[in-house]
């Protein structure tokens, strides 16, 4: 004969379901009532690409990292006035485009993380569904308004800059 | 029905008790489904449930039903059509056969046969018929495996159920359910005529075979084997949508609330009120009023049973398919057995 659940065993779980009955009674439930309510995220939650579109360099490490293929990134070489006086004009990448389409990424935040100059962000940013598919494409304008909702970065543990 | 002091004609009899009993079965379905499925459920999951449609989501049943109406009514290539579009009717047949037997008030029953629980247990089991072909019907292995786990599971738990429903026949020398009724609410404990004598005392063990009986019937968990949404997609359900999947659905939780009507007098006094409190000796004296009276009685009394079973399936896990036979064929059945043997030895004694 297989094992039976024990007696006690049973009435516990009853009191379990019964318990959180009453606690959801009383105390509301866990759950946010979400277009009513909003849930805040946590700061380091994966909501939103953000750029930062003057620490862009158009190195393509992103685009190149990213799975699905979903960074767009266009650019071209300009010069850009010396450091020094008397220099030479110095050459620069300049950034014509930079999209990224929130369709296709599934958040795995490679970009953020391969990024050299800082220029990509998290932000727990996660109400911009649209109607059309097509509009979930954020160009770099859309990409560098999310700035404003990226969290200060938290501070450092103690001895993380010791060398 | 309630009898009017005017002359009713026959076709309008008729037409009251189809009435009630639309309203003695979709009433507690729908209350059923709303205070436990939709809310109880929610909040022992610490959620709110539905919230939209309507003050605390009470039209959400109305918005479902909407959404089901409208579903096209589907059936496989390879089902058998004729069998696969009259299995959900079959079943929910068998829950308006079921509320026949339920007598609401002294004189609020639809027909005071004079076998009730007998009727009453072997309609019961019509709705294995439907669940069976419905499984068979559908062309779908799915679907077969889940009727024929029905089948068994039904059949299996039948037994109990039966054996625990002698308990109660044999004590109140009746088979006739409002004979039940009046033996429980004119009967004493040492004297004691206060709260009458409620089976689910002398048969606590028979009230509790037959609940866990009921709750293997309804297919509820942990006996939900047979729809086993995990392994089985749903059962012998699988194929059906729209409004026969409404039925099927209408029918679980009708049913629901029907057995807990029958297991409310059965074991809980029915409608009555002891009928010591106003002084009464049997059932010609209980005035007109508790017909009106009883069938409040009687929904309260369904809506506690149907809160206990609610409880237990959305406390425990499913059983497993042995788990589940050996649980009524090894357990159940020899202690109902007992049970039943040992209120006729104590009916003769005393």
């Known amino acids: ?163 | 029905m309630i009898q009017f002091a005017i002359e009713i004609p026959y076709w309008g009899q008729s037409l009251l008790r189809v009435l009630g009993g639309l309203v003695a079965v979709l009433l507690p379905a729908g209350t059923i489904v709303y205070l436990f499925l939709f809310k109880m459920m929610s909040f022992m999951q610490s959620r709110l449930g539905p919230m939209e449609a309507g003050p605390y989501g009470s039209l959400q049943l109305v918005a479902e039903v909407g959404k089901w109406m409208q579903k096209e009514d589907l059936a496989p290539d390879a089902a058998d059509h004729r069998i696969f579009k009259m299995a959900p009717l079959i079943v929910l047949l068998s829950t308006f056969l079921l509320v026949v037997i339920v007598p609401f008030g002294p004189d609020a029953y639809f027909t005071n046969f004079s076998v009730g629980i007998f009727l009453g247990l072997a309609v019961a089991s019509v709705s294995v018929l439907g669940i069976l072909i419905a499984g068979w019907a559908s062309a779908n292995k799915y679907a077969l495996l889940g009727g024929l786990r029905a089948a068994g599971q039904l059949i299996a738990y039948e037994l109990p159920m039966v054996l625990a429903v002698l308990g109660v026949v044999i004590q109140a020398g009746s088979m006739n359910m409002q004979e039940i009724t009046v033996a429980q609410n004119t009967g004493s404990w040492f004297g004691l005529d206060w709260f009458g004598s409620p089976f689910i005392v002398t048969q606590f063990v028979g009230f509790v075979i037959f609940m866990i009986a009921v709750q293997a019937e309804l297919t509820q968990a942990p006996f939900d084997m047979p729809i086993a949404e995990s392994e089985l997609v749903s059962g012998y359900m699988t194929e059906y949508s729209g409004f026969r999947f409404l039925i099927f659905f209408i029918a679980e939780f009708a049913t629901a609330g029907v057995f807990a009507f029958i297991a409310s007098v059965l074991f809980l006094g029915g409608w009555g009120i002891p009928f010591s409190w106003f002084g009464w000796d049997n059932i010609d004296q209980v005035p007109d009023w508790m017909n009106l009276v009883g069938p409040l009685i009687m929904f309260t009394k369904m809506l506690v049973l149907t809160f206990i079973i609610m409880w237990v399936r959305f406390s425990f896990p499913r059983f497993r398919e042995d788990q589940l036979q050996t649980f009524a064929w090894k357990v159940l059945i020899p202690l109902a057995l007992l049970n039943t043997a040992i209120t006729a030895i104590l009916k003769v004694a005393f």
């Open chain 1, 1 to 163: 004969m297989p094992d039976k659940p024990k007696l006690p065993g049973l009435f516990k779980g009853l009191g379990i379901t019964l318990g959180i009955l009453k606690d959801t009674v009383v105390d509301g439930a866990n759950t946010v009532q979400y277009p009513h309510e909003k849930e805040a995220p946590p700061i380091r939650a994966r909501g939103v690409i953000a750029l930062h579109e003057d620490n862009c360099t158009a190195c393509m490490l992103c685009a190149r990292s990213c799975p699905d293929w979903c960074i767009y990134i266009e650019g071209h070489k300009q010069l850009a006035p010396a450091r020094r006086a008397g220099g030479k004009p110095r050459q620069v990448n300049h950034l014509d485009r930079f999209d990224i389409d929130y369709a296709l990424c599934m958040y795995c935040g490679i970009c953020v993380e391969v990024c050299p100059f800082d220029a990509l962000f998290w932000s727990p940013e996660y109400e911009y569904s649209e109607p059309k598919i097509a509009d979930l494409l954020h160009d770099k304008e859309k990409l560098g308004e999310w700035m404003e909702t990226v969290p200060e970065a938290p501070a450092l543990e103690a001895g993380a800059q010791k060398k």
